[in-house]
């Protein structure tokens, strides 16, 4: 199967990544799409996150809506930081009939060099980065051999987590930001 791999804290899941989700399949012909929540994140402060138990319920309940998703549990350690070079790693080893493609939106591409054994997963990984329409690849040269990294465009969307969680805080709508099947729990969770 060719699988793509949506990693992340979802803190919370939203339209944005379902968008990312649907044209990754389309434009990949992908089997399925894991999603791969974080237990424990390592660039981000573990107190800022929901419970991953709560981050999961979010996320089984948007997914029942979409066949070609799945849950990934393989990044759920929450008792020390997770990282993709060893998530990877396992999944070749219990999958390794399978292949996997990473899905990432192109913000990453200046982290990567940051991220734990960064030159194993830039050789041994196929990176598939999502860019805003007309733009330039930005120095992606330096860190990919263009045989494991594809690049695709579309549409900026501008959703992100942590504008659900201000406007949570502040009473704000987040209609049209997430699914509507789990806004109100969102809104329960956050507040």
Not at 53 to 65: Q, Y
Not at 139 to 145: A, E, H, S, W
């Amino acid at each position: 199967m060719k699988i793509g791999l949506l990693g992340g804290s979802f803190n919370p899941i939203h339209l944005g990544h379902l968008t990312l989700a649907e044209k990754a399949k389309e434009k990949l012909a992908l089997d399925k799409i894991w999603l791969v929540p974080t237990g424990n994140h390592p660039f981000k402060a573990k107190e800022k996150l929901l419970s991953l138990e709560k981050r999961v319920k979010l996320i089984k309940s948007v997914i029942s809506d979409h066949p070609f998703l799945d849950i990934c549990y393989l990044d759920a350690e929450e008792n020390r930081p997770n990282f993709t070079d060893q998530l990877i790693k396992k999944l070749f080893h219990l999958y390794p009939e399978n292949e996997f493609l990473f899905l990432a939106g192109e913000d990453i591409v200046a982290e990567l060099p940051k991220w734990h054994n960064s030159k194993w997963l830039i050789k041994n990984v196929d990176f598939v980065i999502f860019t805003r329409p007309n733009n330039q690849e930005k120095n992606y040269d330096k860190f990919f051999d263009k045989d494991n990294f594809c690049i695709i465009q579309m549409q900026p969307i501008a959703i992100s987590s942590t504008e659900i969680r201000s406007r949570i805080k502040e009473n704000r709508s987040i209609e049209n930001l997430v699914p509507k099947t789990i806004q109100k729990l969102i809104v329960s969770y956050y507040k």
